[in-house]
């Protein structure tokens, strides 16, 4: 079982443009260039993100990539349901109805147990992903990180932030 | 992000195995043919469960494969983590590293905070399929299965059940 690299990308990407002022957008180029990551692959997942309602894609020669919503609103499961299309981990096959024991349809009224089970498990895993918010995240990243990381930020930022409509 | 159909497959088995006889076994042929999965793939995770110690490879021309502990002492994360390996789902590629804003390694005193968060929600999942066991399971599978599911079952032990040293 493993998560889409996409999802460590987009959760990055996420932060930085929860980071830009209002209204402001980067490019799936810029994106890819802070994070060094393939811009194909990265615009893959950005298009996922923006179909979810997580980001939005500002078309024209200042667009680029924003967030749909606040920092606060956009948790940890929003984003990897959007890059995993949302299907579970468990992909019950039903192997219970293979085999000498098996018998017609009508002798399976429910889900398989196991299925069941699972399933309850992974609803423990999407709320705990739902307790994860970009805001918290970045905040912390903001007290904790190097401060010469920041800066560093601060100078790329004028050259790639874009205002649509300026 | 997807589980091992191993998964699905050994649970169904280690729940079979819960249901016999103390000391008896089934041949990872018999395990094959009763859910219908190929005999060489579902080889290769009852040795990771033997590997891992949920399971007990029995040699000899009447062993194979038991559980080596009681079914209330099996969880879904054992098996779990014997078929998966171990390995978290998110696997943090530390792009935090890469591109315009990277520095030298004294500059990442911890590990990323998005990598911390997704691993606090896989925390959540782990400790959820810890709480549901085999006994549980296979007591509810009992109770509510059609009977005639485990009339077939009945007809079917005698001829592939083995107890080692008879």
Known sequence: MKLSDGVEWSVHC???????PEHATLSGKA??????????????????LAAAGVMESVTGPRGGYRLA??????????????????????????????????LGSDAYPRPCGINRAML???TSYR???????????????????????IALAM????????????
Chains 1, 2 share one sequence.
């Open 69 to 102: 919503r606040a920092p606060e609103d956009i948790s940890l499961l929003d984003i990897v349901d959007a890059v995993e299309r949302k299907k579970p981990a468990f992909r019950c096959t039903d192997i219970r109805r293979r085999g000498p024991c098996a």
């Open 31 to 48: 994106l890819a260039e802070f994070h060094g990551v393939p811009e194909s692959y990265l615009l893959k997942h950005l298009k996922a």
């Open 155 to 166: 100078e790329w930022f004028p050259e790639n932030v874009r205002m649509p409509g300026r």
């Open 127 to 149: 709320q705990a992903l739902a307790r994860e918010n970009l805001k918290a995240l970045t905040d912390e990243f903001v007290e904790t990180a190097d401060k010469r990381i």
């Open 14 to 20: 996420a932060m930085l443009l929860g980071s830009l």
């Open 120 to 122: 309850r498990a992974e």
